[in-house]
């Protein structure tokens, strides 16, 4: 048999997370925080967090868009990897749980970094093209509403400049896109996304096994 990516047991998660994970002291708290929330796991994994970190800091990114904030893990991540003058577009529809994301930003000192747009990720993806920012950001990182994902592609496929990188949380979703029975809205959503991305020629493309599965994106020159 070839090799395959290997199944992650309990055991092999643990030994993961004990032998890798550098969770600072405030994303620790921001999970124990997001813990007690009826919605906790809509959050990312800390080695996803951890894995998105050392992406940004690998392409230096400077500029960047999240889609899909909820209590603000993934934008701390993205934040405490970039450069002072470093410029995060936080989109969210919801004020009161984007309100811990805020003090959380606040106390992690990455505040001034992070400009929190409440309202809908497309309309706010539109003004960013109207007021001329297509190719101005360097990376994108969608984990919003499922059955918006090929629009939020797109149109980051425009915001974002060549050579920049698109990450798309929930590829996976649970395993339920492998389960032909299941056709619920959003697992169609995600396997039409992900069918249509394998065929998508603007972007190189690997879709990693890591946290519920995330695609990333290279856009080409
Ligand atoms: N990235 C976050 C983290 O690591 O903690 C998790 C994001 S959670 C899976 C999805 C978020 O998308 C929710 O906070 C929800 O309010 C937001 N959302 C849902 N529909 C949206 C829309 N149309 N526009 C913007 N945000 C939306
Ligand atoms: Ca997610």
Redesign the pocket.
Known sequence: MSPRTLELTDRLYDYLLAVSLREPAILQELRAV?ARHS?AR???APE??QFIALLVQLLGVQRAI??????????L?VALAMPEQGEIIA????AN??AI?QEFWQRAGVDHKITL?I??????LNRLLAAGRAGDFDFA?I???KK?YTHYFDRCCELVRPGGLIAI??VLWYGRVADLANQESATEAIREFNARLHGDPRVDLSLVPIGDGLTLARRRG
């Open positions: 997001t919605a809509m959050q990312i996803q967090g999240e889609i899909g904030t909820f209590t603000g893990y993934s934008t991540c989109c969210d529809i919801n749980d984007t994301a747009q309202a809908p990720a497309l309309t706010t990182f984990d919003a509403d918006n949380d929930n």
